[in-house]
């Protein structure tokens, strides 16, 4: 028996006249919603988009290219930094972002600064 005959005898198939029926695909949004731990996902990166809009207008022009939002979890929330340099300045400038997180009623307002290379525009 050759390589074919075997992959042959083991390929599911139709009978003769059946029809073969495939679902349709579950819409991503779909299962997005069905599934918690995705959920909890989707909820967490919301919430660093949320923050990180919620800073922006405090951070010079400069230095907004080179941070990025990170994780957030129930401790707080993550900036990562594209060098030692402008994680410096993010730290100089973290009372006034977590007096702003606190002014826009985020819960938990803890802010970490991370360095994370390399980063892309």
Do not use: Y
């Amino acid at each position: 028996m050759g390589d074919q005959d075997i992959h042959r005898r083991f390929v599911p198939r139709a009978a003769p006249g059946a029809s073969v029926s495939v679902p349709d695909p579950l819409p991503l949004q779909r299962a997005l919603n069905q599934c918690e731990p995705l959920q909890r996902l989707q909820q967490r990166l919301a919430q660093s988009g949320a923050r990180m809009e919620a800073v922006r207008p405090l951070l010079p022009a400069a230095l907004l290219r080179h941070v990025r939002s990170g994780p957030s979890d129930d401790e707080g929330w993550t900036m990562l930094a594209g060098n030692p340099a402008v994680a410096a300045k993010l730290r100089q400038l973290q009372p006034r972002l977590e007096a702003a997180l606190k002014q826009k009623g985020f819960q938990r307002t803890g802010i970490r600064i991370r360095v994370q290379s390399p980063m892309n525009p």
